[in-house]
């Protein structure tokens, strides 16, 4: 029940109730990523659109490269899963920003850590010491 009320009232948890029944009258899906994205096309060739259903939070960050490309209708083929990565190629990670595990660098505001507030690479300047009156 409570899932159903979601839909209704709120766009960033997964689908709304009009994009679930948009998806059923005239969806079909295509394929799904390693996040639980679940992407979809029309499913008459005319006017072709495409379109994605978040797992989870709505955040467009969560869109693998492959995917986007798709999307985008940069290109027809359907992104594989199966493609063998180069050595080089990292995992894709959706933006953290604004969420706990965002990187907040040594000398941050947000960095809380205590490593970080006792050890001071630096001293602080005071007008009044015996050095700066030379």
């Keep these: 029940m409570l899932k159903f009320i979601k839909e209704i009232f709120t766009w960033w948890n997964r689908q709304t109730l009009s994009t679930r029944i948009h998806t059923s009258l005239y969806g079909a899906m295509v394929g799904e990523d390693d996040f639980g994205n679940i992407y979809y096309t029309t499913k008459k060739n005319e006017g072709v659109k495409r379109w994605v259903i978040y797992n989870g939070y709505a955040d467009s960050s969560k869109v693998p490269a492959a995917w986007h490309s798709w999307l985008h209708h940069v290109t027809d083929s359907v992104p594989n899963n199966e493609i063998q990565k180069k ?8 933006n953290l920003t604004g969420t706990d595990l965002a990187y907040k660098p040594p000398g941050s ?6 490593t970080q507030s006792e050890n ?5 300047w005071d007008p009044s010491s015996s050095e700066n009156e030379k």
């Design 87 to 94: 050595s080089w190629h990292k995992n894709h990670l959706p």
């Design 120 to 124: 001071k690479h630096y001293i602080s």
């Design 109 to 114: 505001l947000s960095n809380t850590s205590k």
